[in-house]
């Protein structure tokens, strides 16, 4: 294997995983540490997903260091670590303390730090990080319930969460290609700071900081920091050929739904245009589920009455001030807790009933769905929108599940994912 992946989050995971199938690896994702019994013969790249962006550090450094072993141990020859293109993090960590930790397993040396992810809007300037053409602590991460961004300068954040100087490889470095930022490479290990930011406006600069990182035992940054691996491995001569994504994935026989219960507002735009579709449609209201008027048992007994082979759609997904009402009635935690439950206890009825196809609509919802189905390894398939790729389960009842980030996704996704499907 070449490529051993320690992903901060589910979906974030899924998203490396259909970056590196896109590029040309065979790639394997799994929740938490892969059991002995998966079977691994000619994959590229395994991706384990962990829970830990939002835990204390060191906790995160323990299950990060756990999944390293694990890697290294099934002989990864490079370590990637992938976190959010926003560089979701604390005063604590999570980011800093891992990517030490992970150094220190490899050896010591030195590695980058590169959430830059031009196709989704995120760029770094000077260590300075966009979204959308807007510095980081102006753009909607500030307000973030768990994570607030209030310092676009990754190299203060990153600063602030690690033992180590941190450095800067700046875009006069980038802009001159593979060399150029070996130079800098070299230049920031002479000078004492193992981790340096990477300044990245555009692919062509993550192709080129992949060329110039294909020997660095660790790597560290978005999902776009894997964009220019795998043509460097081919270069390198690393890998003998490169294996075009997958267009379709045959899926085993049976029914469809789409799970939501994320409240982003790409997931609302789905869930109306599917509406407007004639999807056949339940709503979960969080409020009649506390109050014990609705109930997994209503919905799976309205499954039972529709019975034609078109997808359905069940989903909890509610406009910001009804979310809101809610959380001030049951608590933000508990509300989330118990819709993320039933959409888990929903998702086993499902499967009782011969549902083989699942599209999921949330991280955390996508989470409870995976660990209720005990979906542990999942194999990549065909993208249906950037960072969503249909996948099937390699262990357990087979199933083809879409495990989608909130905000990802064109508003016909729910209608338009099942054609990647045969
Ligand atoms: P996203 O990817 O958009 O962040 P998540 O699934 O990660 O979506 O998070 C959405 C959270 O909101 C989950 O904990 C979910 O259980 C919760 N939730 C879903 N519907 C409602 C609702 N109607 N009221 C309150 N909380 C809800």
Redesign the pocket.
């Known amino acids: 294997m070449l490529l051993g992946c320690i992903a901060d989050d589910l979906t974030g995971a899924t998203d490396l995983s259909l970056t590196l199938t896109q590029e040309g690896l065979r790639t394997v994702q799994c929740t938490g540490l892969p059991s002995p019994a998966l079977d691994l013969t000619g994959i590229d790249a395994l991706v384990i997903a962990l829970k830990s962006r939002s835990i204390p550090a060191a906790d995160a450094v323990s299950q990060s260091v756990a999944a390293a072993q694990s890697l290294r141990a099934l002989g990864a020859r490079q370590l990637l670590f992938k976190y959010c293109s926003t560089f979701d993090s604390t005063d604590e960590g999570n980011i800093g303390p891992v990517a030490e930790a992970l150094l220190a397993i490899v050896g010591g040396g030195q590695t980058i730090a590169c959430p830059a992810f031009p196709r989704a809007g995120r760029t770094i300037y000077a260590g300075q990080l966009f979204v959308n053409g807007v510095p980081l602590c102006e753009s909607p991460m500030k307000d973030h319930p768990l994570n607030p961004m209030h310092d676009s300068d990754l190299r203060r954040v990153l600063g602030r969460q690690s033992r180590q100087a941190v450095g800067l490889i700046g875009f006069s470095d980038v802009a001159a290609g593979p060399d150029g930022i070996a130079k800098a490479l070299a230049r920031e290990a002479r000078e004492g700071r193992p981790l340096s930011i990477v300044d990245a406006l555009t692919d062509q600069h993550l192709r080129d900081i992949g060329a110039a990182i294909v020997n660095l035992p660790l790597v560290t940054g978005g999902s776009g920091i894997a964009m220019g691996l795998p043509a460097a491995y081919l270069a390198a001569g690393l890998i003998e050929t490169l294996t075009p994504p997958p267009r379709t994935m045959t899926a085993p026989a049976g029914r469809a739904a789409i799970l939501a ?4 507002a790409a ?1 609302r735009g789905q869930v109306a245009a599917a509406v407007e579709a004639g999807v056949p449609t339940f709503r979960l209201d ?1 409020g009649q589920l506390a109050d014990g008027h609705q109930s997994v048992t209503h919905v799976l007994d309205w499954v039972d009455q529709q019975a034609g082979p078109q997808p359905i759609l069940i989903y ?3 406009d910001p001030d ?2 809101r009402d ?2 001030a009635r049951l608590g933000r935690d508990a ?2 807790a118990m ?2 439950h039933a959409i888990a206890d929903i998702a086993l009825g499902l499967r009782q009933r011969g549902f083989t196809r699942l599209l999921v609509a ?4 996508s989470g409870a769905v995976v660990q209720a189905l005990g979906a542990q390894a999942l194999a990549i398939g065909p993208e249906i929108d950037p960072g969503v790729p249909w996948t099937r389960t390699l262990d357990g009842v087979p199933m083809a599940l879409a495990l989608k ?3 990802f996704g064109t508003p016909d996704f729910f209608l338009k994912a099942w054609s990647s499907l045969t």
Request: net charge negative; glycine share 20%; aromatic share 0%.
């Open positions: 219960g994320s409240c982003s997931t969080a909890s997904s509610a009804v979310v809610t959380q509300a989330g819709v993320e949330g991280g955390e919802t980030s909130g905000n």
